[in-house]
Nanobody, 115 residues
Framework: QVQLVESGGGLVQAGKSLKLSCAAS????????MAWYRQAPGSERELVAS???????NYADAVKGRFTISRDNAKRTVYLQMNSLNAEDTAVYYC?????????WGQGTQVTVSS
């Protein structure tokens, strides 16, 4: 079993920044990759960013150049630095990992960007 706990969400004005954290209950080295997803009201959950165990990051086109994913293996935490936020970034953000063929999700953290 893996537990993931997200934090760092909140209400922020457009153009500002937030940094999300996802703390895992086990070593990050167990996972080939970790990812951040988001789900806006009335929309499907979408992949925002992912990072491999080797540190290779990938981003959705909508956030490329504004968001940065990183990981700290010692703290068992993956981060999502979000800059230049806009109203379209408003969503619940979830952390996800896959371990032994099973997907594990955190409970999500709400990000609301006011224009």
């Amino acid at each position: 079993q893996v537990q993931l706990v997200e934090s760092g969400g909140g209400l922020v004005q457009a153009g500002k920044s937030l940094k999300l954290s996802c703390a895992a209950s086990v070593s990050l080295l167990n996972f080939n990759a970790m990812a951040w997803y988001r789900q806006a009201p009335g929309s499907e959950r979408e992949l925002v960013a992912s990072i491999t165990s080797g540190g290779t990051a990938n981003y959705a086109d909508a956030v490329k150049g504004r968001f940065t994913i990183s990981r700290d293996n010692a703290k068992r935490t993956v981060y999502l630095q979000m800059n230049s936020l806009n109203a379209e970034d408003t969503a619940v953000y979830y952390c996800k990992v896959r371990w032994s063929g099973v997907d594990y999700w955190g409970q999500g953290t709400q990000v609301t960007v006011s224009s």
